[in-house]
T-cell receptor, first 114, second 112 residues
Framework: GAVVSQHPSRVICKSGTSVKIECRSL??????MFWYRQFPKQSLMLMAT?????????EQGVEKDKFLINHASLTLSTLTVTSAHPEDSSFYIC??????????FGPGTRLTVT | KQEVTQIPAALSVPEGENLVLNCSFT??????LQWFRQDPGKGLTSLLL?????REQTSGRLNASLDKSSGRSTLYIAASQPGDSATYLC???????????FGKGTTLSVSS
């Protein structure tokens, strides 16, 4: 089946720094990728829809200047958390949509901001 | 706006029991519904996908039903095992290719 990878799987950063998370579709081209965030004991909440070659679409309440999304190729989308704060600590998961509209999830990235 | 609710939030059962997890959604005009399993600190494992035109899907000891008109789905787990302990997430997709909308999940604990 289709595989989506995320890197890193875990990251710890200091408050005020920026961290980049990569989402790659390994064996298919994904014109659309989705970024979700999951707080402890909460559900996955959609943050933004990333479209190759165009600007991402952000969900209400998600700061686009804080969560920068770049989808520069058909196999890679990146999420950069800028000026991270402890409240940004969360589990970030991406999913990639293949040409048949099936979606496949990455394994997630655990971000801890100290 | 579509909202997905899962009941119960947590469930503890002894090994061998059959159990039902419930999912409801507010807008019945869905494209499909999907059940996932999530182990602590891990990503998602897709269990079953039901298209809006289908009534149920089965995989091994798992059976998922969909009643689109009433906005409900159930996940039936037969002969539960300790290895089934995890959080089960229900998610709906309103249109083809759009993002999934998740419920908060049911955390299942099966004791041996």
């Amino acid at each position: 089946g289709a595989v989506v990878s995320q890197h890193p799987s875990r990251v710890i950063c200091k408050s005020g720094t920026s961290v980049k998370i990569e989402c790659r579709s390994l064996d298919f081209q994904a014109t659309t990728m989705f970024w979700y965030r999951q707080f402890p004991k909460q559900s996955l909440m959609l943050m933004a829809t990333s479209n190759e070659g165009s600007k991402a679409t952000y969900e209400q309440g998600v700061e686009k200047d804080k969560f920068l999304i770049n989808h520069a190729s058909l196999t890679l989308s990146t999420l950069t958390v800028t000026s991270a704060h402890p409240e940004d600590s969360s589990f970030y998961i991406c999913s990639a949509r293949d040409p048949t509209s099936e979606q496949y999830f990455g394994p997630g990235t655990r971000l801890t901001v100290t | 706006k579509q909202e997905v609710t899962q009941i119960p939030a947590a469930l503890s059962v002894p090994e061998g029991e059959n159990l039902v997890l419930n999912c409801s959604f507010t807008d019945s005009a869905i494209y499909n519904l999907q059940w996932f399993r999530q182990d602590p600190g891990k990503g998602l494992t897709s269990l079953l996908l039901i298209q809006s035109s289908q009534r149920e899907q089965t995989s091994g000891r798992l059976n998922a039903s969909l009643d689109k008109s009433s906005g409900r789905s159930t996940l039936y787990i037969a002969a539960s095992q300790p290895g089934d302990s995890a959080t089960y997430l229900c998610a709906v997709r309103n249109q083809a290719g759009t993002a999934l909308i998740f419920g908060k999940g049911t955390t299942l604990s099966v004791s041996s």
